[in-house]
């Protein structure tokens, strides 16, 4: 392979390795990078700088925000799969050996039997041609022939023999079965160690999710804790701002120093409880709330006149308790349509819900606060946005 060909093929396992490691953390870190910069980049030239750009970064920072997300999901299916290929090549090689081991005691027994079968047999064919012997030497003669004490003797220790080795097959017999209850003991036990050890691996991966959702809260709570942080460092610095201006206020008055005279009242324009009106003003408002009063009682007069008992006491009931009317009051038309007040929408609607991701929620804060950062107050910090993101709540964010 050329040298070319092979960095380029390096390049690509390295790039393959990364793609790897990459999580939804570091997609939102980076995230967080870009905003920083485009915060510097609208500081220096403006919004419109970075408007036709960050639909394409967005759009590009959410295709790898779901290639994070599926790429951990793959991965943890991936460990569980080679986890159970590496338990199953297990089983397969303890199977295997166990079988090769199996098979050449079953060869070895079978070459016993083979062995003890012949030489069986070549007894009992020596006891025919023995029998047939015997059998021709009997009809031939008339008299019974004593058989002679050796051949007795023979025959009593080759039966011996036979005896002894079928005991000795016996106990072989035995000896195997044992040892293969002892292999089928040990298999069970394998099984259960086996089994054990699943479950023991099926609660570290769940102790594993569980960790993982940790130490994302964790960075829920960190993320809070510093926007917590930053608006408090905010109040403070708004508040000495407050306190240096009350502190240029009182040393202007004091330098001021002006002097009012005793019999005249001074009133601050500002202050929502301050005298509006003169004696005669309240005189004439006055008065025409009395003439508004008679003119309530000629009008419940008439209503009496016109209306039924019932309708003119409830009617009656009502405009007690009204002070001052804003017109006349008319007869109500009782079979006018009811009208009233549009039920009220909750907060929580369907169509009310924003569909939007976790990286659009980040930069619509962003572009939020950088538009409202000509205010005497500090901008905030882009923790905010990564807080933001990384709690990934479908609660739309005002902008």
Request: charged content about 35%.
């Amino acid at each position: 392979m050329p040298r070319k060909y092979r960095q380029t093929y390096r390049k690509m396992e390295d790039t393959n390795d990364i793609i790897d490691d990459v999580t939804v953390v570091d997609v939102y870190d980076i995230a967080s990078d870009i905003g920083k910069e485009c915060e510097k980049i609208i500081d220096l030239y403006g919004a419109d700088a970075v408007t036709s750009l960050m639909p394409k970064v967005i759009s590009a920072l959410e295709l790898l925000e779901n290639l994070a997300v599926n790429n951990e999901r793959e991965n943890t299916e991936l460990l569980e799969l080679k986890s159970k290929i590496s338990q199953l090549e297990n089983d397969k090689i303890e199977k295997a050996e166990y079988r090769q081991k199996f098979e050449k005691e079953l060869e070895a027994i079978e070459e016993q039997w083979r062995s003890e079968s012949k030489e069986l047999l070549a007894l009992v064919s020596r006891l025919q041609e023995e029998n047939r012997k015997l059998v021709k030497v009997q009809g031939t003669s008339q008299l019974p022939e004593r058989i002679s004490p050796t051949e007795i003797v023979n025959n009593s220790d080759m039966l011996q023999k036979l005896q002894l080795s079928l005991e000795k097959q016996r106990d072989e017999i035995r000896a195997k079965e044992k040892l293969l209850q002892e292999k089928c003991y040990d298999m069970e036990k394998m099984k259960t160690q086996v089994d054990r050890l699943t479950n023991s691996s099926r609660e570290l991966r769940r102790k594993h999710k569980t960790l993982q959702n940790q130490v994302r809260t964790l960075c829920d709570e960190r993320a809070d804790f510093l926007v917590q942080l930053q608006d408090q460092q905010r109040d403070i610095t708004a508040l000495r701002q407050r306190l240096g201006l009350a502190q240029k206020e009182n040393e202007d008055l004091a330098k001021s120093d002006v002097s009012y005279p005793s019999n005249k009242a001074v009133y601050d324009l500002d202050d929502p409880n301050r005298p509006r009106f003169t004696t005669a003003e309240l005189k004439d408002i006055l008065h025409e709330r009395n003439e508004l009063k008679a003119r309530v009682s000629d009008l419940e007069d008439e209503l009496e006149t016109y209306r039924p008992k019932n309708a003119a006491e409830s009617k009656f009931k009502l405009l007690k308790k009204v002070d001052i009317p804003s017109e006349p009051l008319t007869p109500v038309d009782e079979d006018a349509p009811v009208q009233g007040p549009l039920p009220y929408e909750p907060e929580d609607a369907p169509w009310k819900r924003s569909s939007e991701s976790g990286i659009r929620k980040f930069f619509r804060k962003l572009f939020s606060e950088s538009s409202s950062s000509g205010s005497s107050f500090p901008r905030r910090s882009l923790s905010t946005l990564t807080k933001m993101a990384l709690s990934a709540t479908d609660e739309p964010i005002p902008v």
